[in-house]
């Protein structure tokens, strides 16, 4: 199985003590994923399932697959406001990993954390207060702000005034984020052995959430000299 997927390391983490959405994940295939683009329904157990797991988060709720989001969307693909968008965004979050060449295996959903935020960038999506720490063999290497600058754009949507200034603000790591992050990261790097992205989001709720794990080597970094390391390393250690 792809390591980077979802249904690699949720297991893992599941137990660990660091706060996280509540999580279902429902296998269904690359093969039955693929046929909803040609028209074929899913499976009625699938479906089941799926509606199942969204009564039980409730709306709205995060979507996505074991491997991508398709976040920059946002509401026509994650972000599932009702009921009535729900198949509507799947098809779409699907479609989305497809175009990636990402063969997903399952279809996730997730309890929706709203997310302390500065203003809204692509089709919508929320530009929160969100960090990427890697770690090696159990010891953060070096952490970063998930969202720098120049990965930042608008579709669609009027470029919020002074922006800028308000990213920077979002992008500042206090001392004692960054202690409680490296705990969070540590603990999770415990179960998750090699080399690792890990991401976490601030809640509107003042908690630090964890959402994301990769491997290092498959994981966007801004360019820094102990990533660099990292990557060449993790790539020997992971093959
Ligand atoms: N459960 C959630 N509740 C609210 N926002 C979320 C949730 N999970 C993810 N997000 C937001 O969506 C973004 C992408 O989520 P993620 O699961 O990492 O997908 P991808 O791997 O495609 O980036 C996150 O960086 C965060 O901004
Ligand atoms: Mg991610």
């Known amino acids: ?63 996505r697959t074991d491997l991508a989001s398709c976040k920059h969307e946002w509401s026509r693909t994650c972000y599932v406001q009702s009921p009535e968008n729900l198949w509507r965004n799947l098809y779409r979050v699907v479609d989305g ?15 929706y954390i709203p997310l302390q935020h500065a203003f809204h960038a692509f089709w919508g999506m929320p530009v929160a207060r969100e ?23 608008f579709f669609r949507i009027e470029e919020p005034p002074e922006w800028r200034d308000a990213l920077r603000a979002l992008n500042e790591e206090p001392p004692d984020e960054v202690e409680l992050l490296s705990g969070y990261a540590r603990e999770l790097a415990r179960v998750l052995p090699g080399a690792w992205s890990l991401d ?14 990769a491997e290092a080597s498959r994981s966007w970094h801004p360019p820094c000299p102990a990533c660099a390391r990292l990557t060449a390393e993790s790539s020997r250690a992971t093959s």
């Open 1 to 63: 199985m792809e390591t980077s997927s979802l249904l690699f390391w949720w297991p893992r983490v599941r137990d660990v003590a660091v706060p996280k959405p509540k999580t279902v994940a429902v296998w269904a295939g690359w093969h039955t994923l693929a046929g909803l683009l040609d028209g074929k329904p899913l499976p009625e157990e699938v479906r089941v399932l799926v509606e199942a797991a969204a009564a039980h988060l409730g709306y709205p709720l995060f979507l």
């Open 97 to 111: 990993n497809g175009v990636y060449d990402l063969a997903c295996e399952a279809i996730v959903l997730r309890q």
């Open 200 to 213: 976490f989001a601030l809640g509107e709720d003042g908690r630090w959430y964890f959402i994301d794990a």
């Open 131 to 153: 960090r990427r720490y890697f770690v090696r063999d159990g010891e953060v290497v070096c952490h970063h702000p998930y969202w720098p600058e120049e990965s930042i754009r």
